[in-house]
């Protein structure tokens, strides 16, 4: 599998709330939430039991990620680490980067740890594992349908003595072939619906060279580049340190991780975590131009965060926020201003 580099804020599916954690939020069957129908978890679920369509799935997508985005431009850093590649910087032995929060310098970097690997489906959820490695932080290992780059939400990861096994349920393992499910939805009881098998991988930061130093072109020949070190000095504000440098560079390109932590070190949401998801959430409601589905508590939720409540002139009574005068984007401005949210690098970001 190719490494993957997620510096581009451009994909529109980029977004640190997963379709299962929005599916959560607005008390929807997750099950039915995938295109699936006759699902046991779906007779004890309250909310909504509608089943969904691709494209509505994709809408939802495309709105938490550029919620999340315009967050993250006035906040100054990421909600969920993430890769920066290629940064482009004038010359300095000191240098801000563009986001705060540095982990560290490197690119993203992925080893494949099974192809192929057998999900077990005599339970649910289903099983994949127990498999040997040697990686033990949980939050690098990854699962995709097999010979795909689409992304596969376990419910839990746990590696003990070298071995990984992972629950996943049922109804995240819809084959992509079938992702745009008819409306009449897909029978839980067929397994023909769903992956026989996924790939595991680890994504990890690779830290060699990730500083580009650029040169001028000398006569008759193309611009000179060469590799050194970088030192974070300062995470949080983004603080880095070249190491050691010959000649007289005119640029350099970094490529870093960073972002703050979404989930602990067992994939849990921290509390941070959950208001940063809160805050995503209600912002893309209040952006979205109509309710995500037909569901009542949805519809519900997407009612609240689109009010905009008005004086008696008409006005909105609160005023327009960076983000909208509806109620999710007040939300979603609270949580960027609340203190020591929004990243202060002393006017000099």
Not at 26 to 44: K, L, S, Y
Request: glycine letters at 8%; hydrophobic letters at 40%; proline letters at 6%.
């Amino acid at each position: 599998m190719p490494v993957v580099n997620l510096a581009s804020l451009q994909d529109p599916e980029l977004s640190s709330v997963s379709l299962v954690a929005y599916a959560r939020h607005i008390q929807a069957c997750e099950c039915a939430f995938f295109g699936v129908v006759n699902a046991p978890d779906c007779t004890h679920v309250n909310g909504c039991r509608s089943v969904w369509t691709r494209a509505q799935r994709d809408w939802v997508q495309y709105y938490l990620a550029e919620a999340q985005h315009e967050i993250e431009d006035i906040i100054h850093y990421f909600i969920g680490p993430r890769w920066v590649v290629d940064e482009e910087h004038p010359y300095s032995r000191t240098l801000l980067t563009r986001w705060g929060h540095v982990i560290s310098g490197g690119v993203a970097t992925d080893e494949a740890l099974a192809a192929g690997a057998i999900v077990d489906y005599a339970t649910e959820p289903a099983v994949v594992g127990p498999l040997a490695t040697t990686v033990t932080d949980m939050n690098e290992v990854h699962f995709y349908h097999a010979d795909s780059d689409i992304e596969i939400i376990p419910s839990a990861v746990e590696i003990t003595a070298g071995m990984l096994i992972a629950a996943i349920p049922r109804c995240r393992l819809v084959l992509p072939e079938l992702a745009d499910n008819p409306t009449a939805g897909l029978e839980y009881s067929d397994l023909d619906n769903f992956a026989e098998e996924v790939d595991v991988i680890r994504r990890y930061n690779d830290a060699t060279n990730p500083a580009t130093l650029v040169y001028p072109a000398c006569t008759g020949c193309t611009e000179r580049e060469a590799t050194t070190c970088l030192q974070v000095t300062a995470p949080e504000i983004g603080a880095v340190r070249l190491g050691s440098v010959s000649g007289t560079p005119y640029g350099v390109r970094l490529s870093y991780y960073a972002g703050r932590e979404f989930t602990d070190s067992h994939g849990r949401l921290t509390r941070w975590g959950l208001q940063a998801q809160t805050a995503i959430i209600r912002l893309a409601h209040a952006k979205m131009p109509h309710a995500p589905c037909a569901c009542d508590a949805a519809d519900e939720l997407w009612q609240r965060d689109r009010e905009v409540i008005v004086d008696g002139f008409g006005r909105p009574r609160r005023g327009v926020s960076p983000f909208g005068p509806e109620e999710g984007a007040w939300a979603a401005y609270a949580f960027c201003a609340a203190p020591g949210m929004e990243l202060v690098r002393g006017g000099t970001f």
